[in-house]
């Protein structure tokens, strides 16, 4: 082994020393240069790909390719207002009949007269609704509660001009009317089409188009919820075959129209359901159908010519029940129209029914016990008044319906010819 000196070791140390320092130095020299570089490639592949994309844009993600050369999947296109193109089929249906009816529906506003302090009568601005143009002579059709009462109409058009109206005719009992303006030379009004509420299915997709709270022309979206509900308007009318709808029907949007896809009206929109006064999802609609049947007459006659019985008739209730029994009248039944009274020569009395012969009080009431209590008319089951208004609503004067009743415990059927029914009545 050889021996080193103190001398020799500390010249071996230094010298290892700077050499050391030597590699690390140009190793960092060598690893700085090559970020640069680095850097360098980067932005120049920045500026090359920057001016591809200027020169030619970038593919879609649709006329993109993966690794294996198969087309991946699309991105949504934008939406196109002019043509339509990115919508779905169910906005474009709602779109379209938006843009070609929402013109056609009418904001109505009254006036009614109140008396004040003075007894002396004041015009008040009443309540608000929606219409349907029906005819380009300037025909709508509404809710007869819409202009009830009203001392004066005005109609609002889409385009601001507002025209004072008039009702022509209206039908309390389904809740229906026609009003009319006269419409400015030239103008084109377009008449909403009628459809058919014939068919229709729970689930069918409907449309609203009215003025709820005000706020014009506005478009709301839902499904038919339940068919054929009868809905108590009053105490003597019952609307049948109601329309049930989730679309949302807010005040104000009374009296517009209900569609159907296809951009046609089935249903003219009437009530809600709510204990808060908005709208819960339970809405109604009066089908189309009814005002296809009537609308014509109340143009041509101001009224529907409906057939009546001319009677005094009393809605059974527990407590005559029972007193019937006491006084030796007893009722066979619990539901059903006890008769009062008939009209001398009317229809009723020729054919045989009978009314009472005895006068008691009820609270306010006066009438006669005794007679004939009817449970059919034409074949409907009548337990109330509004189900006789019910059963005669579609019959005419003239024609003859069978009723059935019972006189004592006898059950007894005759057909009787109606007679017309006043606007009282």
Known sequence: MKLYSRRDMTIGIAAGTLVAL???????????????????????????????????????????????????????????????????????ENINVYEKYNDSVVNITTEVVNVNWFLEPVPQSGGSGSGSI??????????????????????????????????????????LAVIKFAPPVGAKLLPIPFGSSKGLKVGQK???????????????????????????????????????????????????????????????NTMIYSPSGGSVGIGFAIPVDTAVRIVPELIKNGKVRRGWIEMEAIQLFPALVSYLKQSGHASPVDKGLLVSAIKEGSGGAKAGLKGGIIAVRYGQSTFNIGGDIITSVDGQKISSIADLYTALEDNRPGEKVWVEFYRGNKNMKVAVTLTEQSQQQ
């Open 134 to 175: 029906i005819d380009s002579r300037g025909y709508i059709l509404t809710n007869y509660h819409v202009v009830k009462g009203a001392y004066k109409l005005f109609v609002n058009l889409a385009n601001g001009s507002q025209y004072e109206a008039s009702v022509v005719g209206f039908d309390s009992q389904n809740d």
């Open 206 to 268: 409907v449309l609203a188009i009215g003025n709820p709270f005000g706020l014009e022309r506005t478009l709301t979206q839902g499904i038919v919820s339940g068919l054929g509900r009868p809905i108590q308007k009053d105490d003597t009318t019952v609307l049948q075959n109601m329309i049930q709808t989730d679309a949302s029907i807010n005040p104000g949007n009374s009296g517009g129209p209900l569609f159907n896809s296809a951009g046609q009206m089935i249903g003219i």
């Open 22 to 92: 030597a590699l690390i130095g140009g190793l960092s020299f060598l690893i700085a240069r090559s970020g640069v570089l680095g850097m360098s490639q980067a932005k120049s592949s920045l500026q090359s790909l920057s001016q591809s994309s200027i020169d030619s844009p970038p593919r879609l993600a649709a006329e993109a390719k993966n690794e294996t050369g198969s087309p991946t999947s699309s991105v949504a296109p934008e939406y196109n207002a002019q043509t339509g193109q990115g919508y779905t089929q169910d906005e474009r």
